[in-house]
């Protein structure tokens, strides 16, 4: 079940800056609860991109940013390349479900 | 580096259980949990469960009734069994790391992944 909401699909032309939304409630991102953000490219496991709303892991990009505020997140993406052509994903914690949750996934595409 | 590799059964009939099992490489295993998570071909994720190395447990309520997650510290390696099976179970399963040590549920992320098991369901 998916408890956060996502724009299906996304797209950019090359160099350009692409934002994904991410959207909850007051059971999950309102609570309080941190927002990761995940890339998986076509026909691989899903790679940590954000951690803790707006944190990068080593080796990640500066380009790739996310932000969060009330009950939504977002991911941003500026000086889009070929190479972001990828499904993203958030990921919370749901205190109603007592679940961690996903996103509905959101593909990007480079024009 | 960690590094997780799983295996397991990938086809099964209805009713049958889902056994896979993911070992973990390279980095600590103690303190950490362990998290199952799925993915339906063309769907978006869904969080099984997770496991300690003392063996505590949480899972997603809507599979509680029928996943078992078990550990093995002497081999590093953690394990999900799904029983009676569907259609509807047939995914891209992949076993993650979840918390660390001290870290609650509402901080955590999963990081790193396996390379993820394609399981069928079909008569």
């Known amino acids: 079940q998916s408890v956060l909401t996502q724009p299906p699909s996304v797209s950019g032309a090359p160099g350009q800056r692409v934002t994904i939304s991410?959207?909850?409630?007051?059971?999950?991102?309102?609570?309080?609860y941190d927002v990761h953000w995940y890339q998986q490219?076509?026909?691989?496991?899903?790679?940590?991109?954000?951690?803790?709303?707006?944190?990068?892991?080593s080796g990640v990009p500066d380009r790739f940013s996310g932000s969060k505020s009330g009950t939504s997140a977002s991911l941003a993406i500026t000086g889009l390349q070929?190479?972001?052509?990828?499904?993203?994903?958030?990921?919370?914690?749901?205190?109603?479900?007592?679940?961690?949750?996903?996103g509905t996934g959101t593909k990007v595409t480079v024009l | 580096q960690v590094q997780l590799q799983q295996w397991g059964a990938g086809l099964l009939k209805p009713s049958e259980t889902l056994s896979l099992t993911c070992a973990v490489y390279g980095g600590?295993?103690?303190?950490?949990?362990?998290?199952?998570?799925?993915?339906?071909?063309?769907?978006?994720?869904?969080?099984?469960g997770e496991i300690n190395h003392s063996g505590s447990t949480n899972y997603n309520p809507s599979l509680k009734s029928r996943v078992t997650i078990s550990v093995d510290t002497s081999k590093n390696q953690f394990s999900l069994?799904?029983?009676?099976?569907?259609?509807?179970?047939?995914?891209?399963?992949?076993?993650?790391?979840?918390?660390?040590?001290?870290?609650?549920?509402?901080?955590?992320?999963?990081?790193?992944?396996?390379?993820?098991?394609?399981?069928?369901?079909?008569?």
């Open chain 2, 28 to 48: 600590s295993f103690s303190g950490y949990y362990w998290s199952w998570i799925r993915q339906p071909p063309g769907k978006g994720l869904e969080w099984i």
């Open chain 1, 22 to 32: 991410c959207t909850g409630s007051s059971s999950n991102i309102g609570a309080g």
């Open chain 1, 82 to 102: 070929a190479e972001d052509e990828a499904d993203y994903y958030c990921q919370s914690y749901d205190s109603s479900l007592s679940s961690y949750v996903f």
């Open chain 1, 41 to 57: 490219l076509p026909g691989t496991a899903p790679k940590l991109l954000i951690y803790g709303n707006s944190n990068r892991p």
């Open chain 2, 81 to 123: 069994k799904l029983s009676s099976v569907t259609a509807a179970d047939t995914a891209v399963y992949y076993c993650a790391r979840a918390r660390a040590p001290g870290a609650v549920a509402g901080k955590s992320w999963f990081d790193p992944w396996g390379q993820g098991t394609l399981v069928t369901v079909s008569s």
